[in-house]
């Protein structure tokens, strides 16, 4: 199984201050990447013309309002319908989505600063793979692949996911997932541009964005990994695990997107 990561950041129009980082996943099957790959460089040429197949996808460009507003004045948009195209091939494939959203400032740039210290956007993504692992896929290990951030980052990336899984109690229980992160090009990388889709549309509806990207947000949630288990420590309430968490600050409430 191929987990595939992106990060995203939004700023709130209205507040300046207001900043959410978005780090999502996606799940694909290795022996459907091949053709994943395929289809959506056909729904590129379909929708953006005979020479955008290898055009990335990007959320915050494909998503921009202004497109929206052509819609709602009736004048079709070919991002938009690439962007459903997208999204149906991905449900109707089994594709399942993650994704830790952080409006903490300590949090937020989702840099591993300290190596020996997996900050909490990873852990709950993690935490939710291995136990989609478990679940549907128990004689599987998920590989995970990263979009590339340069030497620096990824470097901070891997010393980090390594330590977790090799160091920690908890890191060590997580068997369902390869210890060694990958890391890949974007641009060259569908599995991850999806990624940056659900990334995208995440990070807008969390800043207020989300009567302009409702459509899309159902098509995310569509998406959206559900424990079949019911999770919990001893003696809380337990719980279904899913795939979208929100992190508030340090301290505060936390929920399910």
Known sequence: ????????????????????????????????????????????????????????????????????????????????????????????????GFASIVCDEKEVDLSCADVKQLERPFFFLFERINYFMQEHYPDLTATLVFDDRGIAQNEKISQSVSN?????????????????????????????QLADMIGHIIGRRETGDEKVVAEFWKRAKQLE????????????????????KVARSHGKDEKDA
């Open 164 to 192: 977790f899984f090799h160091l920690s109690q908890k890191g060590k229980t997580f068997d369902r997932i390869m210890k060694v992160p990958l890391f890949a090009i974007s641009s060259e990388n569908v599995g991850i």
């Open 1 to 96: 199984m191929l987990i595939f990561i992106d990060e995203s950041w939004q700023v709130s129009e209205s507040d300046q201050e207001k900043k959410v980082g978005v780090l999502s996943a996606i799940a694909l099957r290795s022996n459907d990447f091949n053709e994943c790959s395929r289809q959506i460089w056909n729904f590129k040429i379909k929708h953006l013309g005979s020479k955008c197949g290898d055009v990335e996808i990007k959320g915050k460009t494909i998503f921009k309002k202004f497109v929206f507003r052509m819609e709602w004045k009736g004048i079709k948009s070919d991002q938009l319908n690439l962007a459903r195209d997208v999204f149906d091939y991905a449900e109707h494939h089994g594709v399942k």
């Open 225 to 244: 990994y559900k424990s079949k288990l019911e999770v919990g420590i001893e003696g809380t309430k337990k719980f279904h695990l899913f795939g979208y």
